[in-house]
């Protein structure tokens, strides 16, 4: 199975703060679930802890390569710019990560690496890995906490992607 390409600065163990969440379905493919981790303001519709996406330059709502955008989460307003974009292509795992922060001064600032990889696998089964590092003060809070708001939400999150994804195939 493939893995998250990490940035300088953001690779798992070397960072404030670290959440992996992974499911592995049936019956669905990465073309089913792209549409909806894709187009950032369907977030809200499945993720409740998603919220006000807005795009820089009048682009949007599809991610792709460099695309700046916005929402909140976590209590976080976050800006981000879309790094990684690689869409779906028979037999290679689908991608996109963000580069985000919460601006603030040394106490309050947060920047985050926040990946995703689609790939289906045989027997007609489905990967969604999501896996995000965080370095600043908030981090480690978040770091501390348990249980653990970052394994959570995201857990809500593949849980909601799936669910949409399964909704629209009835």
Partial sequence: MSDIIWPKGYVPGFTDNYCSNEVIV??????????????????PTYYANSADVEFDDDKGPELSAGLRF???????PVKAEVVEHVAPVLGQPARVAWHGWAEGDAETRLDVHHAW???D???NRLRILTQETQVGKPAEVLAAAKPNPMINGH????????????????
């Fill in 26 to 43: 049936t019956g669905l493919t990465v073309a089913d679930v792209w549409p909806y981790l894709n187009t950032a303001t369907l977030w």
């Fill in 70 to 76: 916005r929402f909140k989460t976590f209590g976080f």
């Fill in 117 to 119: 990889l689609l790939e």
């Fill in 121 to 123: 696998l045989s027997g």
């Fill in 155 to 170: 857990q809500d999150w593949l849980d909601g992607l799936v669910e949409v994804a399964r909704k629209k195939q009835k």
